[in-house]
């Protein structure tokens, strides 16, 4: 299949179009009504150098609340109150710590300035939401992500401290749940959510959840 090229027109193709890799479409901007659209379709991007470039891979890697795995020495940590938990305490912080985090086998980042600033958008409309880890009074860790109906997509987080980003991801998660989120959208396989109860499920199971949450 050939990767569409998007053009000024507000539309992606269909998901199924996408390639085995799940790259579905390249260009385009990051526009607030483009991400939106973007992410209600079970799309998102990641940047190749200047350009953009959208994904929908088959199968989709989330996480449902309820079946989330905490650890034992987890489970310590959090009944020691080991860090300090915060929602949109400091998003920008977040989103730029996730962006210079140096990490095992990635050379550069996806999240370029023009995502940072998209990103602070989507925030400032109250789209995009960062839950954070303190200890001392310091940033140790967080996560950012996309809030839309009871759907959470999960986009990046970073530690300072070990295990401080984990801590904000359980965190985060268990408060969601109470406050209704159903689906939490962790985009590929990673060893490290997988081991926080994430699994795989086919993308048609996952577009049609995306209906039925948002």
């Not at 890799?21 to 209600?40: F, I, N, T």
């Not at 959090?78 to 998003?91: E, I, M, R, S, Y």
């Not at 989120?181 to 590929?188: A, F, P, S, T």
Request: aromatic share 12%; proline share 5%; glycine share 8%.
């Amino acid at each position: 299949m050939a990767v569409y090229a998007l053009q000024n027109a507000l539309i992606f193709p269909p998901v199924q179009m996408a390639e085995p890799d799940g790259l579905l479409a390249m260009g385009g901007d990051l526009s607030v009504e483009r991400l939106l659209l973007a992410y209600k379709s079970g799309i998102f991007p990641w940047y190749d150098g200047d350009i953009p470039l959208w994904w929908s891979p088959d199968p989709r890697f989330v996480l449902f609340p309820p079946d989330l795995r905490v650890s034992k020495s987890m489970q310590q940590l959090l009944k020691k109150n080991t860090f300090q938990f915060t929602v949109n305490a400091c998003f920008s912080e977040v989103i730029h710590h996730c962006k210079n985090i140096k990490r095992d086998n990635q050379h550069g980042t996806w999240i370029t300035d023009e995502v940072e600033s998209a990103y602070a958008r989507l925030h400032a409309l109250g789209y995009a939401h960062s839950a954070e880890a303190w200890i001392d009074g310091k940033l140790a860790g967080g996560l950012y992500g996309i809030r839309l109906g009871k759907v959470f997509f999960g986009e990046s987080m970073f530690s300072l401290v070990s295990n401080a980003s984990k801590y904000a991801f359980i965190k985060y998660t268990q408060q969601l749940q109470q406050e209704g989120v159903l689906l939490i959208d962790c985009q590929v396989y990673t060893p490290h959510l997988e081991s926080l109860g994430a699994t795989m499920i086919p993308r048609q199971q996952f577009i049609d959840a995306l209906r039925r949450l948002i």
